[in-house]
């Protein structure tokens, strides 16, 4: 079984640019999670979605922070304009129905701003 | 302020040595969990204790759970340098069914 999908695995661009993030999950895995890790730290949730609904976003920056999954499938992470601070591993991860606490990880994107 | 709280943050031994790092809180979790994270990847689940007191084994790893469900402990045994990671635990809420995340401990086992 084919594990969480990202690409890119690593971005760098200029401040003010825009980037996007893309995630396939594990195949039935309703629930979609993406993840910020800054260097020596834990991931922080940026926003959870069931399906297509986004449950939980109340750690995304909506100013300049945007995400859909919009057939409940694939989903994609954007920043526009990115910022020096976003510097970061952006982690998705999936989990099967019923059990949100059993989460796997993609790969990670690793994003640098200059 | 960090709501789990990992001991120590860096960890560095010898190939045969026994280690047992610490994630503590003062807040109740439903159940906690440990990850480990290789450089480059994302975090692989090891573990999920539920029960306060609970004791589990994954070959010479030994998860417990606090029996008051606010802290657990890894211990490993005769490390190898495959051991070698950052382990992350994180504790659940069963109220809005989010993680809260340990700023982890960094492994590295010398040969």
């Known amino acids: 079984e084919a594990g969480v999908v990202q690409s890119p695995r690593y971005k760098i661009i200029e401040k003010k640019q825009p980037v996007a993030f893309w995630c396939n999950p594990i195949?039935?895995?309703?629930?979609l999670y993406w993840y910020r890790q800054n260097l020596g730290q834990g991931p922080e949730l940026l926003i959870r979605?069931?399906?297509?609904?986004?449950?939980?976003d109340s750690q995304l920056p909506k100013d300049r922070f945007s995400a859909e999954r919009l057939k409940g499938v694939d989903s994609t992470l954007k920043i526009q304009p990115a910022e020096l601070g976003d510097s970061a591993v952006y982690l998705c991860?999936?989990?099967?129905?019923?059990?949100?606490?059993?989460?796997?990880f993609g790969p990670g994107t690793r994003l640098t701003v200059t | 302020t960090q709501l789990l709280e990992q001991s120590p943050q860096f960890l560095s031994i010898q190939e045969g040595e026994n280690l047992t790092v610490y994630c503590n809180s003062s807040?109740?979790?439903?159940?906690l969990q440990w990850y480990r994270q290789e450089p480059g990847e994302g975090p692989v689940l090891l573990v999920t204790?539920?029960?306060g007191g609970e004791v589990k084994k994954l070959k010479r790893l030994t998860f417990q759970f606090g029996d008051a469900r606010k802290d657990s402990s890894l211990h490993i045994t005769a490390a190898q340098t495959g051991d070698t990671g950052l382990y992350l635990c994180?504790?659940?809420?069963?109220?809005?069914?989010?993680?809260?995340w340990g700023a982890g401990t960094k492994l590295i086992i010398k040969p």
């Open positions: 994180a504790g659940a809420r069963s109220s809005n069914y989010q993680l809260i």
């Open positions: 195949s039935g895995h309703n629930t």
């Open positions: 204790v539920v029960t």
């Open positions: 807040s109740v979790f439903s159940s």
């Open positions: 991860a999936s989990s099967p129905s019923g059990n949100p606490y059993e989460q796997y």
């Open positions: 979605y069931e399906n297509e609904e986004a449950v939980d």
